[in-house]
Structure formats: structure tokens, C-alpha cells
């Protein structure tokens, strides 16, 4: 009786691990998504600076703060980024910064799935679908960051 149980069991623990795992390979996260893709943010760098995803293919982005600067990730085209900019910019009480850097409110195209603000030492996770080809731009908005460059492209195909 008691191999019973111990072989039950066995097949018990099997059958949950076997589960637990994805068998392409990917990382199941947040939201189902199909790949989880570690971003490193410091010095007003982001690495990797290219990601290449499939049409259809939803990524789990891991943004991870190794600097010494609070970083923000936007994702957007390029009209978007530009529009975020000048919002961040303004830094009043219609859309710039707030203290901490993050924007003060979202327009109609932003949502807060969209954007993630990383403090030094902190990461953050960003999940989303990427349903038509082209390229999304990962931007840092935060006080000289974009324009010094700080960006990285999510090429879809």
C-alpha cells in the first residue's frame, strides 16, 4: 500500500512539473506571455538596444535598473515618443514630469501598460502583444535621457 502512495505521488510531482514548463522553451510570465526579454537600463543606455519579435508574438520586457538614475521605458512609435517628449518637457501640471520623473498624466494613445518608471536598484515588467509588423521604439524620458540617445528598438516582422 504504501509503494501505492509513494508511486502516486511521484506521478503527482511529475505531472506538475512537466506543467510548469513551456515546451518551446520560452518563459511563461505575466499576462501568458510567450518570451520574457531582460532589459538593462543604465547610463542612459538600454541592453539590449535591438529586439527582434514576430507579428503576433506577445513579450514580457524586464526592465531592470542597474544605474544610478531613476529610467523610465515608454513604448511607441515614433510620433508617440516624440509626443511623450514634449509632454515631459513641459513639466507642468498639463503632462510634464512629476518630481520623480514620471508624466503627470497619459494621453489618449498612452496607457500605464505602456510605460514603467525603474528607480535605481529596482526593476519593473512591461508586458505587450505586437500585432502589426514594423518597428516600437523603448524610450527614457526622463530630464536629457532621450536625447542623449537612450532608446531601443523592438523590430517586428
Given at each position: 500500500m504504501a509503494i501505492k502512495h509513494a508511486r502516486a505521488?511521484?506521478?503527482g510531482v511529475l505531472a506538475l512539473s512537466v506543467a510548469g514548463c513551456a515546451t518551446d522553451g520560452s518563459d511563461r510570465t505575466e499576462r501568458g506571455a510567450t518570451r520574457t526579454v531582460e532589459v538593462v537600463m543604465r547610463d542612459n543606455t538600454f541592453r539590449p538596444d535591438r529586439i527582434d519579435v514576430r507579428?503576433?508574438?506577445?513579450?514580457?520586457?524586464?526592465?531592470v535598473n542597474t544605474g544610478r538614475l531613476v529610467h523610465e521605458a515608454f513604448?511607441?512609435?515614433s510620433q508617440a515618443q516624440e509626443q511623450?517628449?514634449?509632454e515631459m518637457a513641459e513639466g507642468d501640471d498639463h503632462g510634464g514630469a512629476s518630481p520623480d520623473g514620471h508624466a503627470g498624466h497619459l494621453t489618449g494613445q498612452e496607457t500605464e501598460q505602456?510605460?514603467?518608471?525603474?528607480?535605481p536598484g529596482e526593476e519593473a515588467t512591461?508586458?505587450?502583444?505586437?500585432?502589426e509588423a514594423g518597428t516600437v521604439i523603448i524610450g527614457c524620458h526622463q530630464p536629457g535621457h532621450w536625447?542623449?540617445?537612450m532608446r531601443a528598438t523592438?523590430?517586428?516582422?
Open positions: 505521488a511521484l506521478v507579428r503576433g508574438e506577445e513579450v514580457t520586457f524586464r526592465f513604448l511607441g512609435d511623450h517628449a514634449a505602456e510605460m514603467v518608471t525603474v528607480r512591461l508586458s505587450r502583444r505586437f500585432d536625447e542623449a540617445g523592438v523590430e517586428v516582422s
